[in-house]
């Protein structure tokens, strides 16, 4: 009996090893996966939070001195229609070449979409089309 044991042993004891270096390898390698989808996680964003955070503002300046908000807004990642026909030519003239240096400054872009209205961009919203402006109608109205 005695030899009989020492071959199960021998055997037995053999397997076990093969199983334990077998299962440490399967550990690691399931530690390496969770490690990797903890960093895949990180990198995915959802579009329901881009869509939410995309923002347009109207504004209609009284004065010059609304220029700053609407900077703000631009900064901040929004679009911005401005409504410029109830201020006086000069300011308008004044807000609009503000802007101008405020989308330069931010790589954004600003377009006339109608007679003293403008649409200001950030980088992060693309317009595409454009729209003719006819001021024949409107003979009040000076060339920007």
Known sequence: MGLIKKFKDYFLEEDYEEYEEYEEEYEEEEEMRQATKANTKSNVVSLQSVQKSSKVVLIE????????EIADHLK????????????????????????????????????????????????????????????????????W
């Not at 300046?61 to 700053?68: D, K, N, S, T």
């Not at 911005?80 to 006086?88: A, P």
């Open 61 to 68: 300046p009284r004065a010059y001195a609304e220029a700053q």
């Open 76 to 143: 901040n990642r929004r679009a911005v229609v401005v409504n410029l026909q109830r201020i006086q030519h000069e300011q308008a003239k004044r807000i609009v070449d503000f802007l101008s240096g405020t989308v330069y400054a931010i790589g954004g872009d600003i377009q006339q979409v109608g007679t003293k209205i403008f649409l200001c961009t950030p980088d992060n919203v693309d317009v595409t089309g454009s729209i003719s402006i006819d001021s024949d109608d409107d003979t009040s109205m000076k060339r």
